[in-house]
């Protein structure tokens, strides 16, 4: 079974339509990777994908139970409580962190597991403490957002989404706000997250990156899938012009 599946998604802002028919399943333990030029629809399939914007047309479903339907020609939500439980099915990083800054690094981790999964505190602190063991940031624990460096915060921001126990992740630009020695701390960080079959969909520009974790490649363009394979078809031999001025301009031709 899929762990997400959408078809024939549409979103519009305004007069402006950004999305214009994406169908895209995505299978257990796969890693796939969204690479096009900014204003292509990336990161509002992200968004769209993860709830935080509402489609306004096409179906939308995690693990089989649908999140969203199309009924003439417009969508229907699930119920709230069904919305709720999908929600758990998956964590998102963004690409500034968002962490609270009034919060230490473990109660950043710790809080969401504790308060709405009601999960027990004793429990969810030993679990955050070996989320930032993981990470190499145990020794951080009880420092604040404002005292770690960007690749330090993001790992922080991953470890909190790991604490929900997510089956699936979603990261939009995870580098994007880093300079490339702390991008290398994440990429090796998502990179054992792939060697752990952890479920990624991963919007980058990393295209070296992209290349060695993905599974699977989607270069999207003009809010609509232009191209999509493996790393080998669509950048070392992509058939679509688009794709192929893309990579060329991002000086790495096939």
């Not at 204003?39 to 939308?60: A, N, P, Q, V, Y």
Request: charged share 25%.
């Amino acid at each position: 079974m899929n762990l997400l599946e959408i078809k024939n998604i549409k979103k519009s802002f305004g007069e402006l339509q950004v999305l214009k028919d994406i169908s895209l399943s995505v299978n257990q333990t796969e890693v796939v990777s969204i690479l096009g030029p900014s204003g292509s629809g990336k990161s509002t399939l992200l968004r769209c994908i993860s709830m935080l914007e509402k489609i306004d047309d096409g179906f939308m479903s995690y693990l089989g139970e649908y999140a969203v339907k199309s009924e003439n020609g417009s969508s229907i939500y699930a119920s709230k409580n069904q919305l709720k439980k999908i929600h758990r099915y998956f964590g998102l990083v963004f690409q500034n962190f968002n962490l609270f800054p009034h919060y230490s690094v473990i109660k950043n981790i710790a809080d969401a597991p504790i308060h709405i999964q009601k999960r027990p505190k004793n429990e969810v602190y030993d679990e955050s403490f070996s989320l930032l063991k993981k990470m190499g940031l145990e020794d951080k624990q009880n420092y604040y957002p404002y005292q770690l460096s960007g690749g330090q915060q993001q790992r922080v921001a991953i470890a909190r989404a790991l604490a929900m126990k997510p089956k699936m992740l979603f990261f939009d630009e995870p580098t994007s706000a880093l300079d490339p020695e702390l991008t290398a701390e994440i990429l090796k960080v998502l990179r054992n997250l792939a060697d752990e079959k952890m479920t990624m969909i991963i919007v980058t520009h990393e295209i070296d990156f992209a290349r060695s974790i993905s599974d699977r490649i989607i270069f999207m363009d003009g809010g609509l899938i232009v191209e999509e394979g493996t790393p080998t078809d669509v950048i070392d031999n992509p058939k679509n012009e688009r794709t192929k001025a893309f990579l060329k301009k991002m000086n790495f031709d096939s």
